[in-house]
């Protein structure tokens, strides 16, 4: 059913929900007292107000973090900093609970969906970089000498310093620890900026690192707005390297601001992700992982597979399968365990993907599922899918970020390949196959960081994250997520 049917009756925050900014181990109000108002996605009431940090603020969190550069945690060996990092991972399982409830009041998220998904995800971030802190090392090069005299020479790897980390509000928690466990594993310190529409689950984790023992003022978490705490942070001559995610339209910012003082910067970005059912692929299997890489998340997913790409033999079976796919999402509190499809998370992520679906409707694509709000309350959106699109419609080229499919026939592989890496964007792509040549042959053609065969988001802490094209600059996650996190120090020695 996508009808929102069920009532909000129960949006009560847990007991002890921090609102506060952390700098060097104190919660504490932002200076100038103000504060921003978290809403519920799911009534669009008030859930609490939040401190909204100022550029003061900021300051006050680059001072703390810069000291620990030289403090105790400069001094902690790499096996004391993975030890810090795993206890980090069992709190964050032992307050599983706790933390899928913040993430369902805060973004509108069916609460299955965190304990699937991004609590085990990030607990298990948080021990695969455990495993990495004693492990980070440089290499032995040989060289031709110096003015005929032998040399030695050798790399190190050493912390970028103070890590400015600013995260969007889709997957908060998660994206979080992307930041966090590669950063600290490496000895770095950090100010984290959480997303003004929802900053609950991370101000939860920052009180869980001062528990794992993390030394205070390694990590102070400021929220705020953007335009205010973000940009100041970007800004700030002691930030050494900003680790952003968020949109395309913030990201191009960043690089522009961060380029006044050289920082580092990683920006993970957005997506309009193919995903290419081919002739013989099983069609079936397909459906559900395409209907899967739509609505997970209410779509708000920057690897969404929005571009169904499929070969025309199958067409109509997987319109059709599709749009039985979003009939069957049930759209719902987002607290209840029933509920696949909770709300987007506010007025004006709704009113944007309402306007892509009249976009659709104006374009020429016919529309066979969904297409309305769902419920007076609160930002839901129906499930909608779009048969019959081309590729040069705005809902095949522009990121919705809402549960919008795009569904568009092709007659062999060339084609899908053509139309797979006609978009600005290049994070991820999904192809369905059952020939094992093919599967190879083609995730070599996408441009696309990340490319699954018969499945979808099947993403690992051990395996690289990032996009090409409009997607991103740089990598976060396995040993590239330490990369990102170190610089490379030469050390030559003249024998
Ligand atoms: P956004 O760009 O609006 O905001 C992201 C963060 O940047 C927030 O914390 C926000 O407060 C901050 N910000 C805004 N203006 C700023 C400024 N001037 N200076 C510094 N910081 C500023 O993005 P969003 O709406 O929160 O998130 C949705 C976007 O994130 C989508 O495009 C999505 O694809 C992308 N995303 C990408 C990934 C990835 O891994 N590639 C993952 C999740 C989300």
Redesign the pocket.
């Known amino acids: 059913m996508t009808a929102l049917d069920t009532t909000i009756v129960d949006s009560a925050l847990p007991d002890g929900v921090h609102t506060e900014i952390l700098i060097g181990g104190a919660w504490r109000p932002g200076r100038d007292g103000a504060t921003f108002t978290d809403l519920n996605p799911a009534t669009g009431l008030r859930l609490v107000e939040v401190a909204a940090g100022s550029a003061e603020d900021i300051d006050d969190a680059v001072r703390a973090a810069r000291a620990q550069l030289s403090g105790d945690w400069a001094a902690a060996p790499g096996a004391a900093r993975g030890a810090i990092l795993h206890r980090v991972a069992d709190l964050i399982e032992r307050d599983g609970d706790l933390l899928a409830r913040l993430e369902a009041l805060d973004i509108g998220k069916p609460i299955g969906q965190p304990s699937m998904l991004d609590i085990p995800n990030a607990a298990g971030t948080f021990r695969h970089f455990a495993g990495w802190a004693d492990k980070i090392t440089g290499q032995s090069i040989p060289t031709a000498g110096y003015f005929g005299r032998p040399t030695h020479s050798y790399t190190v790897r050493e912390p970028v310093g103070v890590i400015g980390a600013?995260?969007?509000?889709?997957?908060p928690l998660m994206?979080a620890a992307w930041k966090l466990a590669p950063a600290l594993a490496a000895g770095n310190t950090l100010v984290v900026?959480?997303?003004?529409?929802a900053p609950l689950s991370i101000l939860h984790l920052a009180s869980l690192l001062i528990e794992a023992g993390l030394p205070d003022g390694v990590v102070n978490v400021v929220p705020g707005?953007?335009?205010v705490?973000?940009?100041a942070?970007?800004a700030h001559p002691d930030v050494d390297k900003i680790s952003?995610?968020?949109?395309?339209?913030?990201?191009r910012?960043?690089l522009k601001?961060a380029a006044d003082t050289f920082k580092r910067t990683t920006l993970?970005?957005?997506?309009k992700s193919p995903q290419i059912i081919l002739a013989d692929a099983d069609v079936e299997a397909a459906i559900n992982g395409a209907a899967m890489g739509l609505f997970f998340n209410q779509g708000?997913?920057?690897?969404a597979g929005t571009r169904v790409l499929v070969h025309r033999s199958h067409y109509d079976q997987v319109v059709e399968g599709l749009a039985a796919a979003a009939a069957a999402q049930v759209l719902g509190d987002p607290l209840d365990p029933a509920t696949t499809m909770g709300a987007l998370v506010n007025a004006k992520?709704r009113d944007t993907v309402l306007d892509y679906i009249e976009a659709g409707r104006t374009d020429g694509a016919r529309l066979v599922a969904g297409g309305e709000r769902g419920g007076v309350e609160g930002f839901f959106v129906q499930p909608t899918i779009f048969a019959d699109a081309t590729n040069d419609m705005r809902i095949a080229r522009e990121?919705i970020?809402g549960p919008v499919g795009t569904v568009i026939p092709f007659d062999d592989a060339d084609e899908a390949i053509r139309i797979a890496n006609d978009t600005a964007y290049g994070?991820a792509a999904s192809i369905w196959t059952s020939d094992v040549a093919q599967a190879h042959s083609l995730a070599g053609q996408v441009r696309a960081g990340a490319v699954w065969v018969n499945g979808w988001a099947a993403i690992d802490p051990a395996l690289p994250?990032?996009?090409m094209k409009t997607?991103?600059v740089g990598r976060e996650l396995g040993w590239a997520g330490i990369v990102a996190n170190t610089e490379e120090k030469v050390v030559t020695v003249v024998l």
């Open positions: 600013i995260i969007p509000w889709n997957t994206i900026k959480p997303p003004e529409d707005l953007g335009e705490a973000g940009e942070l970007v952003f995610t968020g949109s395309p339209r913030v990201g910012h960043i601001v993970e970005l957005g997506g708000e997913v920057c690897a992520q990121e970020f994070l994250w990032g996009g997607s991103g």
